[in-house]
Every structure is written in C-alpha cells, then in structure tokens.
C-alpha cells in the first residue's frame, strides 16, 4: 500500500527547458512534502520542503506546488541543467516518529 | 566536515551469517534512521532512534535488529540474512528540537548488500 506515488520513473528533458516532477500521496494526515535528490553512489540530499498549509515554496530554479484537494505534489526546475540529472524522490511527513514516507522516485535526465 | 558514514560500502555475504552495518555521524543528532531501497518501492524505513537507548520499529523491522549506546553510533545488525533482505542500505540523521524536525535527514553513502 503505498501512500506516496510517482508514477513516472523517468523523465528527459533538454537542457534549459522546465521538469516538472509529480508526486501523489493517499494520507491526509501528511503535514509536511519533501523532495530529496540522489545522485548514483550517494545518499538522498535534502532539496526542499513544502508545509500542507501552504501552496507553493520556492528556492532559486526550484518551486515546489502542493493541491491538497488533489492529493498532487509537483516540482518543478526552471531553466533544468544537466547537473540537475538524478534521481528525485517524494516524501511525505507527519505520522510520527520523525517518519518519512517515500515515493519511488523519478529519475531525472537533462540533456545538453 | 559534518557527514554521515556507512561500512562496509559493499557486502556479499551468504545465507544465516550474522552482519554488522555501521553507521556513524559527526553532527550530535539526536535521531538517527535506517532505510532500505528497492527498484519500484522507494525508501523504507527499517528502524529509529530519537535518542541513546531509544529505539523503535519503523515499516519494515523483520530480520533486522539496531541498538543506540552511543549518540554517534546506530548500527544495523542482520542476525541471520536471508536473500530477500539484499538491497541497498541508508543510514540518516537529523537533529530535533528544530523549526521543522526530521525533515532534512543527512544520509550516508549507502550499503549495498547482497546475500546469496
């Protein structure tokens, strides 16, 4: 039962161009939406976060939109670079014990 | 430099041999997690800790056991591996007491188990 979904596991997108990355969640008890992102032999890193009270937060190229009555989470790069390829993953918090709850993840692909 | 370290970085083991996967952080965090990844599943979180000698089950605990004697230290200890228990290991990190805790969990390289 997986209560973070992201239904595309992959995404290719030119170099400049805006990636958009979806993230669905069932729980409505979720208070908190992270993204985090993995390059190949390393660990997940923090990206950005959005509280369930708000719609959207924004950090420089990154913008993270959050539709409570969707269940819909999405991020999105603006202008996407090929540093930015990875693999993004959705998260999800708020059922206690500092739990966080992931997605599959997406990998991302920008090409020059 | 404030980071979260894993070893072995890769095992192959077999079958009922008892391991041990270290994981150690810098920072003074208060929490400490295991997860575990699988192609189509994402991370799960196998066990946490918010403290010394406070432990506790995350989704996925079967086969696997922790302790927590030291801030530092949050081993994970597989008593007797099995094949379904291959797959790739993060140890995490976050301190409390912050405006949003648990949310930018520092993770470690990752473990990458095989058990044949």
């Known amino acids: 039962d997986q209560q973070v979904k992201q239904n595309s596991p992959s995404l290719s997108v030119q170099e400049g161009r805006i990636s958009i990355l979806n993230c669905d969640y069932t729980?409505?008890?979720?208070?908190?939406f992270l993204w985090y992102k993995k390059y190949p032999a390393e660990g997940p890193t923090f990206l950005i976060s959005?509280?369930?009270?708000?719609d959207k937060n924004e950090d420089g190229r990154f913008t993270v939109f959050l539709n409570k009555s969707a269940k819909h989470l999405s991020l999105h790069i603006v202008p996407s670079q090929p540093g930015d390829s990875a693999v993004y993953f959705c998260?999800?918090?708020?059922?206690?014990?500092?739990?966080?709850?992931f997605g599959q993840g997406t990998e991302l692909s920008v090409k020059p | 430099e404030a980071q979260v370290t894993q070893n072995p970085r890769y095992l192959i083991t077999v079958t009922g041999k008892k391991l041990t996967v270290t994981c150690s952080q810098n920072?003074?965090?208060?929490?400490m997690s295991w997860y575990r990844q699988d192609p189509g599943l994402g991370l799960r979180q196998i066990y946490y800790?918010?403290?010394?000698?406070?432990?506790d089950k995350g989704d996925v605990p079967e086969g696997y056991k922790v302790s927590r004697k030291e801030k530092r230290n949050f081993p994970l200890i597989l008593e007797s591996p099995s094949p379904n228990q291959t797959s790739l290991y993060f140890c995490?990190?976050?301190?409390?007491?912050?405006?949003?805790?648990?949310?930018?969990?520092?993770f470690g390289p990752g473990t990458r188990l095989t058990v044949l």
């Open positions: 920072m003074n965090h208060e929490y």
């Open positions: 729980n409505s008890m979720f208070d908190y």
């Open positions: 959005i509280s369930s009270i708000k």
């Open positions: 998260a999800a918090s708020g059922l206690g014990g500092g739990k966080l709850i």
């Open positions: 800790s918010m403290n010394v000698e406070v432990t």
């Open positions: 995490a990190s976050t301190a409390l007491g912050t405006a949003q805790p648990y949310h930018e969990q520092f």
